[in-house]
T-cell receptor, first 113, second 109 residues
Framework: EAGVVQSPRYKIIEKKQPVAFWCNPISGHNTLYWYLQNLGQGPELLIR????????DSQLPKDRFSAERLKGVDSTLKIQPAELGDSAVYLC???????????FGPGTRLTVT | GQSLEQPSEVTAVEGAIVQINCTYQTSGFYGLSWYQQHDGGAPTFLSYNGLDGLEETGRFSSFLSRSDSYGYLLLQELQMKDSASYFC??????????WGAGTKLIIKP
């Protein structure tokens, strides 16, 4: 069984530029999560999807961040424009029906210069 | 506010037993989970406690006391490959998973 796939693995951009991350969850997992993780800290939830619906986006900075999961499968997270403070690892995870057991992708390490 | 407290770092010797504690303060409680994360890797699920008591999975065990808002992860027969960060996470209201800052486990030969 393939795990959660994310791309790109690394991204370096200049501030004020846009960036997008892609995630393909485990087949059959209807719940998808986007997290942000800073060094030495735990993951922080940005948004949670149940199928196509964003059921929790309270922590998503909506002035610059957006996400979509149009067909309830893969998802894209976008930042526009990026700021220096956005440098972090962006993790995607999936689970069955908001189960406590989440499966994480390898993450995208974003560096904003 | 909501918070989880766990030690930032724990050191132990190969072959020994180590306990990583987690105390939490959250609005709503729907279970305590533990995840392992190696440097540069993704978090991987270790265990879940929804009710009070001990859950055992091989060399790893996890305990929960809801009345004390406390749990711990117990690692036995430590191996060098267990060197990693360990996160406790609580599912609070709105089913949101709230994570601790992680405990870095250092294992010495």
């Amino acid at each position: 069984e393939a795990g959660v796939v994310q791309s790109p693995r690394y991204k370096i951009i200049e501030k004020k530029q846009p960036v997008a991350f892609w995630c393909n969850p485990i087949s059959g997992h209807n719940t998808l999560y986007w997290y942000l993780q800073n060094l030495g800290q735990g993951p922080e939830l940005l948004i949670r999807y149940e199928n196509e619906e964003a059921v929790d986006d309270s922590q998503l900075p909506k002035d610059r961040f957006s996400a979509e999961r149009l067909k309830g499968v893969d998802s894209t997270l976008k930042i526009q424009p990026a700021e220096l403070g956005d440098s972090a690892v962006y993790l995607c995870a999936s689970s069955l029906d908001s189960s406590h057991e989440q499966y994480f992708g390898p993450g995208t390490r974003l560096t904003v210069t | 506010g909501q918070s989880l407290e766990q030690p930032s770092e724990v050191t132990a010797v190969e072959g020994a037993i180590v306990q990583i504690n987690c105390t939490y303060q959250t609005s709503g409680f729907y279970g305590l989970s533990w995840y392992q994360q190696h440097d540069g890797g993704a978090p991987t699920f270790l265990s879940y406690n929804g009710l009070d008591g001990l859950e055992e999975t091989g060399r790893f065990s996890s305990f929960l006391s809801r009345s004390d808002s406390y749990g711990y992860l117990l690692l036995q027969e430590l191996q060098m490959k267990d060197s990693a960060s360990y996160f406790c996470a609580v599912r609070g209201s709105n089913y949101q998973l709230i994570w601790g800052a992680g405990t870095k486990l250092i294992i010495k030969p």
